[in-house]
């Protein structure tokens, strides 16, 4: 059996490991930036393993929910959680906007540097998917860099105005 698909990207902040994972972990600024685009609701954040984080992003007519259940935390270094697509009631589902993205990803945020620089590494894997999510989730991998730049151009201006 071949590896699963990883996507993997980085981006290096102009701001302290502290303003950076706070950008992460407060959900008020996490709710400006997760989601471009979007307008994005945090239904709730418990940030410990086994806590949850309930999204629900908008765009006009479209939504989108995902749970999130927090599986390592070393504050300031690593984020890691599990993301399920769910429906309205927080029950996992297909993705309505893309039914073969797969159900479930394992999300891995590292911080590191120092003296006023912070690079985060972020990285998704499918998670106990079929052959047609693991086929979507390749065949859109080249597509994230987008979102994931334009989360992180926000973040950069979250951290421009002092957040």
Partial sequence: MSALPEYMTTHKFKASRDQVWHCWTDPELLARWYGPGAETTIHGYDLRVGGTWRNEMKWGEKQDFSLMEFQEISPKDLLVWLHSSVDADWNLCANPMMPDWPRQMTTRVEFSGGAGETLVKLSLIPVDASAAE??????????????????FKAIDQILAEGG
């Fill in 134 to 151: 693991i086929a979507c989730f390749a065949a859109m991998m080249g597509g994230m860099d987008s979102g994931w730049g334009a989360g």
